[in-house]
């Protein structure tokens, strides 16, 4: 059976918290105390560089929820979205650990100036030589709107128009310096040639901003840009700006293609190259040495996650800013609710039950990515032959070194095997892997 290669990354989800501290692998005492160091992140990113993965996404937040049941000890009890350390941060010690993984912060529209979060990135980009991406969100929860002076954030769909023009003034900052502008010459003297360095003088409806920024253009320029909008207008910002989308894929090959030929379609009426655009459709799989060992791992996964049902709750709470602690666990969620969080998600509950969703969750609904290396890259190249690209994205919110091996050094080296994925870089750049094949 031949297919064509696909890509593979690791959404970092839950940020850079705490990860394994309810491991039974959760490593010595000492490691769970200092869970904000980069020691395990440091040993996720080698893994992924040796399995030759495009990136990793840093998730992020930058509040402690309190939506369900009108506080935050829930989250806080579980480390649930709180607590989360800057992405920005862990991105320098992950790229003096590794020779090429990319790795995309999470920077949202709604928290930074355009030219603050210009800045921040063409900096990393620079330190790194090339492996940068922003994960392009646009904020949903109002506790975070209100930590930085709002009341509450602005309509779903006009937080993407912010999102357009933020995109828009960001990566024309990131231009703002010719490729030749720096001379470096010191017999002249001219270090840089102010004629091929341009103010961008914008003035538009959310944002002024003079330009230029105050350093040459990093080695990828534009760097790409992450998204994940599931709703219609996440969908057309995603079609627009994105580089490589973050998607569910709606449980089965069928909705993902869908999903897939949507984007593509909008991407190419808007006159982009719909090859350029990398869908990364998320993969929770649970790999051991037999059939058996997985399934029994996923299993208990699945208990531990439906006994902490006030955990789920109050993620599905989050995301939406419902209160699903008011609701019967056993009757329909109700088909009147509305929502200025995560519309694709609450539209995929609905009709549901709570306990409905939540043992969805705990099994990590849709396809199973549960056996041996060999089964789980044979169901991989099966589904991506069926949706025709372009790769998955590895999430577990609470992983440990155990999971990192299983991963990178067991099912991965299956895959390439296979020649399913890269077996080594072709580039040195996170642009240039992304457009590799």
């Known amino acids: 059976m031949s297919s064509k290669p696909f890509h593979l990354a690791w959404f970092l989800s839950q940020g850079f918290g705490p990860k394994s501290w309810r491991s039974q692998w959760s490593g010595s005492d000492s490691d769970l105390k200092r869970w904000m160091m980069p020691d395990l992140f440091i040993d996720l990113a080698q893994g992924m560089d040796r399995a030759c993965m495009d990136y990793m996404i840093i998730e992020d937040s ?35 650990a590794t020779k090429t993984v990319g790795l995309v912060p999470t920077l949202s529209v709604s928290e930074y100036p355009p030219y603050l979060a210009a800045r921040l990135v063409n900096s990393l980009d620079h330190v790194t030589e090339g492996r940068i991406g922003w994960n392009c969100v646009t904020g949903s929860n109002d506790g975070a ?30 231009e703002a310096w010719d490729k030749d ?36 253009r990093s080695p990828q320029g534009r760097v ?69 060992a997985a399934r029994e791992r996923a299993r208990l996964e699945g208990l531990a996650a439906e006994r902490d049902v006030d955990m789920l709750l109050s993620s599905m709470s989050r995301l939406t800013g419902i209160d699903f602690g008011q609701f019967d666990l056993d009757q329909p969620i ?13 539209a995929k509950w609905k009709g549901q039950t709570p306990r409905a969703v939540i043992t969805s969750y705990a099994r990590k609904g849709g396809i199973d990515y549960t056996g041996t290396p060999d089964h789980v890259a044979g169901l991989m190249q099966e589904v991506m032959q069926e949706v025709g690209g372009d790769g998955f994205l590895f999430f577990n919110s609470y992983f440990d070194r155990r999971y990192v091996m299983e991963v990178c ?21 996170l642009k240039d892997n992304l457009l590799e094949f």
């Open 62 to 96: 930058s509040n402690i929820p309190y939506t369900y049941q009108g506080s935050h000890d829930t989250y806080l009890k579980y480390a649930a979205s709180a607590p989360k350390l800057d992405p920005a941060v862990l991105v320098p010690w992950l790229a003096q």
């Open 145 to 174: 709107a209100q930590n930085y002076g709002h009341e509450k954030h602005k309509p779903h769909d006009e937080r993407y128009d912010v999102a357009d023009e933020f995109a828009d003034v960001v990566t024309r900052l990131w």
């Open 224 to 292: 790409p840009i992450v998204q994940a909008g599931g709703s219609p207008r996440g969908m057309q910002f995603a079609s627009r700006w994105a580089d490589t989308i973050i998607t569910e894929g709606g449980g089965s090959p069928a909705n993902m293609k869908a999903y897939r030929d949507n984007i593509r379609a909008q991407a190419k009426a808007m006159g982009r190259n719909p090859d350029d655009i990398k869908l990364l459709f998320l993969c929770h799989p649970i790999v051991d040495t037999t059939m058996e």
């Open 409 to 429: 050094d067991g099912l991965v080296p299956e895959l390439q095997r296979r020649g399913l994925t890269r077996k080594a870089y072709a580039h040195k750049h």
């Open 181 to 216: 502008a720096m001379v470096l010459d010191p017999s002249i003297p001219m270090f840089a040639d102010g004629k091929k360095v341009h103010p961008i003088n914008h003035e538009g409806k959310y944002f002024k901003v003079r330009g230029p920024i105050n350093a040459p």
């Open 334 to 346: 109700p088909d009147h609710l509305t929502t200025n969080g995560h519309q694709s998600a609450l």
